[in-house]
């Protein structure tokens, strides 16, 4: 058996569906793995899963694509790369309470934004704001990054980045009107997120691990939109106490299409990404150039 780790980007939630899946039904041991999942909640984002990849404390982690761009362009770079996309169309989106007074990004200008400190994203929102005609005036918080959420729901402050698979579906059935803006909308051409993300320089040395890795990872995710609620009731072990009520299969409706087929699940389309990064030197948010080939590969993926 080869041990593998991987480390989620947040606490268990409908975007790790496939691989709590795929270890729960045994699809990693017969591909001779042994996958331990490891997730925020165990050292409350002292180190995050990225850098927990960049020390080789993981062997994957999940993180959106501007991580890789943020650590492949840091003062010693380190040569992240991503194996997978979990998701082939964005479901996050930028959340304010219906009841407020807050209709388009624009009147974000002056209210509260609940940040979780990625390189780019306080801009990314900003430059949002400016899109719709607003002057990017937002007054950025960094609370703690797992109750950044509840900061919304309890009107702490003013908005956040969420998944609309997930805290958007707890919301709804909450009875919590939310009001959501997409990037897409806004003429920001968002990336994949998240993205399953190795060091490049074990590719070729671990590649038949890694390669066994993604089909049995694959297989947990088209298991779960074959069978919703039996994946429904394996993920619900996992979920931490603040998320179990949450509609899990509500959860896997919402993301179903997100998820791809057969020979969709996981590909990433060069031009995605390309518009992404054009975009983010468009707007001066990184200086230093970095090719799509270093970004990402389908190669492990068949």
Known sequence: MTNLILALDWTPNINHIGFFVAHTKGFYKDQELNLRIIDPSEDNYAITPAKKLELGAADF?????????????KEIPFPMISIAAILQKDLSAIAVMAESNIESPKSLDGKSYASYKARYEDQIVKQMIKNDGGNGNIHVVYPDKLGIWDTLTKQKFDSTWIFTNWEGVEAEQNGIDLRLFKMEDYTIPYSYSPMLVANETMLDSKKEAYTNFLAATKKGFLYTIEKPVEAAEILKRFLSEKDKDINVVKAIERSAHSFGELKTWGKMD?????????????????DQQISVSEMMTNALNS
């Open 270 to 286: 060069e031009k995605v990404i390309t518009a992404f990064l054009d975009w983010i030197y468009e707007h001066k948010l990184e």
């Open 61 to 73: 982690a999940l993180c959106p694509t501007e991580s890789i761009l943020s650590y492949r362009t």
